[in-house]
């Protein structure tokens, strides 16, 4: 099996596509803190799937007569104050977290790519127009936009993605378009333009794959902003409503109790930092795999 | 018979700055005609007019009798197709050698893509076993055998060769030079050929244009380059400074 | 004899690579007098990384030993970091293939040829102006004065590669290693730079060192070649008898480049398995 996946001479598309994962695979791996990232952003993966077996007790079942208990043998993280066992509701939460990441990933990433790729292609006025749209909203802080958005839309957990992909896209664009003005002038997309392609064609089957490597890298990095927005918003009641167990609305709810009662607020925040920590460790262990320019000079 | 390309008082600019001056010559079906001069002389501009990537210019260009428009187009494709200097910026550094030759494929919608890839790497000399190799588990040489091999896809009858040797060592432009020479015996190809290597011009092509300052100083037959009978000032400057 | 300016026995520089240590330079030995040497190889052979690791220039993860390295019979091996920084440029300099990306571009051409002055000597202001004046006018360069405030994107290849040789020469040391110097330029620069880096050689008894791709160049202006192939050097011979080599990589590299009066049909190719081993 290694030998075929490292064979200098694959037999088919497959192997070496195949082949090339293997590689970047083995470069990852290779590299501690990547292999942190990884394992962390498994184990979170892992939870969100099998959160109903994992928590000992129902997220949002209460129970007023264990309010507020510190940390025991039988609530690990404690109790909040309608006696929700907190570690069942972190469990839990690592569900929306994931969904947040995921649909914010799904939607602003393409959605910067391809109007970076398009401004970078083509300059000129096309360019002019869109990376001007892309200033403007990359002139306002993040998480004051994302509070406008959602304040105009209502508050709640689908708003909040929204609102968050609306904020992500430009860097994404930037980045994206930045990319594509050091490809535009290369001999291959000429060779491609002699062979009869379409603009379109090559900004989609040529251009936009050499892009994505470093914009995995980028949303990757981007992730744990994206929890830490998602979390304010959140923590400002503009998110995930309760009795949703959204971490950054435990936070919000445990502000209250932060003097007597620490856990309540630090337990959702810890899973916070440890999910943004392994997104930013694989995010730079991804770097130094995909992005040639940097892995020469470590 | 019509010319394979034709050109009458061809202008080029870019954006605004004329570089090629009245540029007229005639290259039959089969030739293998060459431009050289160092650079600067728009020797590589005229061949991206042609090719519609300096879209630029006024004057007349026809190829095998069909005007010319400005831009790249597809049908066009067909006919002419163009190898580049630099093996290392010609193919896309993540595609494989495959994908590379079912590009122009897929393009003009063509069927029978293994065999017509098959054939194009037997063809330009690589063994089975490239083919689904990437750029960078290539040499220089095979790269450019790769370049050539897409640009034979569409089957073309005029090929445009923008320094196809300069990037590479002397043994290994041995190779791509012969390779180049008798692909063009086999599939009677007409070469536009843009070189700085006075030699290497004498090996493959049978005229020379002398250009510099955007202008053609001079149209000789390629015996002048084994004799050395230039008659323009220019040409036998550049003739001496290349060691002839 | 005297002694050489330059003595190099079995010089090896090593990479490491995931598949174990693999050897660029595979043991070269060489003396440089004051004398014209040329290193003539394909990519890949070395040829770049011996001019390198005489000068040391080659970065870590990558080694350089050798039996001896040693510089009018100091070991550079051996010598600090510092003592071998205030060597290279005022004892030894290097000219590199391209001068658009030697320079700064955001100094004048004047400051940055004083600049190299100003490291290893010391001088007052106008003796400075002087003297990088006359190194200006001394690469041929017509206008010194408008030359030196200029800036490096302001002037053609050709005028760069001079003003590089101006800096590496002002110092005047006693090697000259040029990596390449020409294959930037058009042909009729070629000959004017390279007759001008000969000239300058020859005026101040300094030995030069020429590396290149190009055969017929290093016969042209070298004394001594040395032809390498995959880190080893395969041939040493005088220039003038490059016709009489025997090595079949020397013979194949010299029969593989076409001719101005070219009357063969194909070019003889090299049968690379006909040496490997040796």
């Known amino acids: 099996m290694h030998a075929w996946l490292i064979s200098d001479s694959p037999a088919s598309r497959l192997q070496a596509s195949a082949g090339r994962f293997y590689r970047a695979g083995g470069l990852l791996l290779r590299n501690p803190l990547a292999v942190a990232g990884v394992l962390i952003i498994g184990l979170l993966i892992v939870t969100a799937i099998f959160a109903p077996w994992i928590a000992p007790e129902s997220p949002v079942g209460q129970n007023l007569s264990n309010r507020l208990l510190p940390p025991s043998a039988d609530h690990w993280m404690g109790t909040d104050e309608l006696g929700r066992d907190i570690f069942s509701r972190v469990i839990y939460g690592s569900r929306i977290t994931l969904m947040i990441v995921a649909l914010v990933a799904v939607i602003s990433a393409p959605l910067g790519l391809v109007i970076g790729a398009i401004s970078g292609y083509f300059g000129g006025w096309t360019d002019r127009v869109l990376m001007g749209l892309t200033d403007v909203f990359l002139s306002m802080p993040k998480l004051i936009m994302a509070l406008a958005f959602v304040a105009a839309l209502g508050p709640g957990i689908e708003n909040a993605i929204i609102a968050i992909a609306i904020t992500a896209w430009p860097a994404y664009a930037r980045i994206a378009r930045a990319e594509t003005l050091t490809f535009r002038n290369a001999e291959f997309v000429s060779a491609t333009r002699l062979l009869g392609a379409s603009h379109l064609r090559i900004i989609f089957a040529h251009v936009l794959p050499l892009c994505t490597s470093s914009m995995i890298v980028r949303v990757t990095l981007d992730m744990a902003g994206i929890i830490l927005t998602a979390a304010g918003l959140g923590f400002l009641g503009l998110g995930a409503q309760p009795p949703l167990p959204e971490w950054g ?49 470590s | 018979m019509t010319a394979a390309i034709s050109l009458n008082n061809l202008d080029i600019s870019y954006s605004g700055t004329r570089v090629v001056e009245g540029v007229t010559f005639d290259v039959a079906e089969g030739e293998s005609f060459a431009l050289v001069g160092e650079s600067g002389s728009g020797k590589s501009t005229v061949l991206k007019a042609i090719a519609g990537l300096a879209p630029e210019w006024s004057g007349e260009m026809s190829i095998l009798g069909q005007p010319r428009g400005h831009g790249p187009d597809k049908d066009l494709a067909r006919t002419c197709q163009m190898v580049f200097q630099d093996p290392y910026g010609s193919l896309h550094p993540r595609k494989t050698v495959d994908a590379v030759l079912s590009e122009p494929l897929a393009i003009h ?69 012969n390779l180049l020479k008798r692909l063009r015996a086999e599939q009677n190809l007409t070469y536009l050929l843009v070189s700085h290597d006075l030699p290497v011009v004498g090996f493959m092509c049978d005229r020379v244009a002398v250009m510099t300052k955007g202008r053609i100083v001079e149209i000789a037959p390629v015996d002048a380059l084994h004799h050395g009978d230039f008659t323009d000032p220019y040409s036998r400057q550049l003739y001496a400074a290349s060691g002839g | 004899m005297t002694e050489p300016l330059l003595s190099v026995r079995d010089l090896r520089v090593t990479f490491p690579t995931p598949q174990g240590p693999v050897e660029v330079v595979k043991g070269v030995s060489f003396d440089l007098g004051q004398e014209r040497l040329g290193i003539v190889g394909e990519s890949g052979s070395g040829k770049s990384m011996t001019g390198r690791a005489i000068l040391r220039l080659i970065r870590p993860p990558g080694k350089v030993t050798a039996e001896k390295l040693a510089f009018q019979g100091r070991d550079l091996l051996s010598l600090p970091e510092r003592e071998m920084r205030a060597l290279r440029g005022a004892r030894i300099s290097m000219v590199m293939q391209d001068p658009r990306y030697s ?96 000239t300058l050689v020859k005026d101040k008894g300094m030995g030069l060192i020429l590396i290149s791709h190009d055969l017929q160049l290093v016969a042209r202006y070298c004394d001594q070649i040395l032809v390498m192939n995959a880190g080893r050097v395969v041939e040493r011979c005088a220039a003038g008898e490059l016709d009489k080599a025997t090595h079949p990589y020397t013979r194949g590299l010299l029969a593989s480049v076409p001719r101005m009066n070219e009357d063969r049909d194909t070019l003889p190719t090299l049968d690379r398995t006909a040496w490997e081993g040796t």
């Open chain 1, 249 to 297: 609305a435990m936070i919000s709810r445990g502000r209250v109790f932060i003097l007597d009662q620490w856990w309540v607020a630090t337990m959702p925040g810890l899973a916070i930092i440890l999910v943004s920590l392994g997104f930013c460790f694989l995010g730079d262990g991804l770097r130094d795999v995909l992005d040639p320019k940097s892995a020469g000079k």
């Open chain 2, 109 to 177: 919608g063509l069927g029978n893509r293994s065999e017509r890839i098959e054939k194009a790497l037997r063809d330009v000399g690589l063994d089975r076993r490239f083919r689904f190799r990437y750029p960078h588990q290539m040499s220089g040489g095979q790269r450019q055998r790769v370049a050539i091999a897409r640009a034979l896809m569409l089957e073309p009858k005029i090929m445009l060769l923008d320094e196809p040797t300069s990037a590479l060592d002397v043994s290994v432009q041995a190779e791509i030079l």
């Open chain 3, 103 to 198: 320079l700064n571009p955001v100094m004048t051409i004047g400051r940055q040829i004083a600049e190299a002055l100003r490291v290893h000597e010391n001088l007052s202001r106008s003796a400075t102006r002087a003297r990088v004046r006359d190194m200006l006018e001394a690469v041929q360069i017509n206008d010194p004065d408008r030359v030196a405030n200029m800036y490096p994107h302001e002037v053609s290849g050709g005028m760069g590669q001079r003003v590089m040789i101006a800096m590496m020469l002002i110092p005047e040391p006693q090697i000259l290693i040029a990596d390449e110097p020409t294959s930037a330029l058009d042909v009729s620069v070629q000959a004017q730079v390279l007759d001008l880096i000969d």
